[in-house]
């Protein structure tokens, strides 16, 4: 292998030549693994090789290509900082831009030489005595890495729901998330199953194009007004001219959010009732008929379950070629749905519109650390990292996205690139005291997530309702029970005495029995 040279700030990684195949490994090539790489390389990174299962990147944003798919955040918010986009067409990014913007951003950096498409990690083990990762693709080849960083998003792996009869069913099945294009939906007629974020993207776009359109939704959820537009061609020339208006819009759009975030987040009633009033008032507005009205109000408070923003949801269920079923479907036939009343409804195709399964104590691949200790068995009572990026027990190994760094009412980029930089300062302390490995301390990450878990307790999350962001105890792993900005004060500087390294083996042994 080529000697490994990392300049500019990092220093060299290792002064030491270690025959690996790989300095750093990024798995996935979505918006954080790209944003990742690009970090690396302005720290004049080179030697990094990015690891993606699919055949182009994009992540989330390749894969769901559904009618209506966009962006619930605003777009010129759901950028990189370092790359604003001027051209945004809507306030809210559809899919097609936002994939064109991804691609472009990879072009720019030339990032395509430094991505392994179609190759999956199949399971990684750290090797204490060399400081090396191993890890073996789907196709059983063996790669090494001296740090591995995952940026494996949560919304990446379709979850069917369980209904019985679904296997049997002989006309069209897809999940929104494998979305065929080729099937023309003209005429047809069309159950959706499910009536979350998905959901109310497609269901408008599918009820213009079909015959007839049934929705079976299981528990509604609160929708607010969506205020998208479209940006016109003399503003967007403006952003082109004036970085600086393009830079204020950035910063009114985030600040927005900071200052909605308690509305979201907070478990107080003064909160609740403000942001309830106002899905309530939004309800008003778009459902005339009493029965609906009540069959699309849920029942629990606000923000226990994801916010959806949507101006065309409940008018599309209340078209005269569609009808929602309120409570779910009970079974699925050979030729249809059938309601928990009795009746069977004869449809073409069947669309699953059911999100993904989000394994809040799982590892996004098998895992050993040291010891082979298993990331699984790590997490075996939730998901935890520090800060949401390092494990203990899991050296030179750093998450993207990790547990707890969840957005409610933010860009999810806002999180995630802050944790490229603490990541750069991480790999920038291995290269210049030329480490071993290098690994969170377990009191330093344990006192991180009493934090949290205590915080969750007057959250809106923690309110009652079952939701994808709690384990079956009822933990929540996913989100961070706060402001972005505290979040990004949190990662401001890397604090190598929260860290064990090679040269620390006792004390970490100490610190972990401890």
Known sequence: ?????????????????????????????????????????????????IIERGDEVGGTWRDNHYPGAACDVASHLYSFSFEPNPNWSRAFGQQPEILEYIKRCAAKYDLYRHIRFNTAIREARFDEGAGIWHATTDSGEQLTARVVISAVGALSDPAYPKIEGLENFAGKLMHTAEWDDDYDLAGKRVAVIGSGASAIQVVPEIQRAAGQMTV??????????????????????????????????????????????????????????????IANSHIRRQVADPELRRAVTPDYAIGCKRILISNDWYPAIQADNAELIADGPAQITENGVVTNDGREIEVDAIVCATGFHVPSGAAPFPVAGLGGLELN??????????????????????????????????????????????????????????????????????????GIQKRMRHTS?????????????GKNTTLYPGFNWEYRLRLWLFRPGEYDSAAAAREHTADRAA
């Open 377 to 450: 068995t790590a997490w075996g009572d939730g998901a935890e990292a520090y800060k949401g990026i390092a494990v203990s027990g899991f050296p030179n190994m750093f998450f993207l996205m990790g547990p707890n760094t969840g957005p409610s009412h933010t860009s999810v980029l806002a999180f995630t690139e802050m944790q490229m930089e603490y990541i750069a300062k991480a790999i920038g302390y291995i290269a210049r005291h030329d480490l071993k490995w290098l690994m969170v301390k377990k009191s330093v990450q344990d006192r991180f997530n009493r």
């Open 1 to 49: 292998m080529a000697a490994i040279s990392l300049l500019s700030r990092l220093n060299p990684l290792a002064s030491r030549r270690i025959d690996t195949d790989l300095d750093i490994a990024i798995v996935g090539a979505g918006f954080s693994g790209l944003g990742m790489a690009i970090q690396l390389k302005k720290a004049g990174v080179e030697n990094f090789t």
């Open 461 to 473: 999350w923690t309110s009652g309702c079952n939701s994808w962001y709690l384990t079956d105890a």
């Open 216 to 277: 079976f939704q299981r528990t509604p959820s609160w929708v607010m007004p969506k205020p998208d537009r479209p940006i016109p061609e003399k503003e967007r020339a403006e952003y082109r001219d004036s970085s600086y208006k393009l830079a204020k819009r950035r910063y009114r759009i985030y600040w927005m959010s900071e200052l909605f975030a308690p509305f979201i987040i907070s478990d107080r009633k003064f909160f609740k009732k403000k942001a309830e009033r």
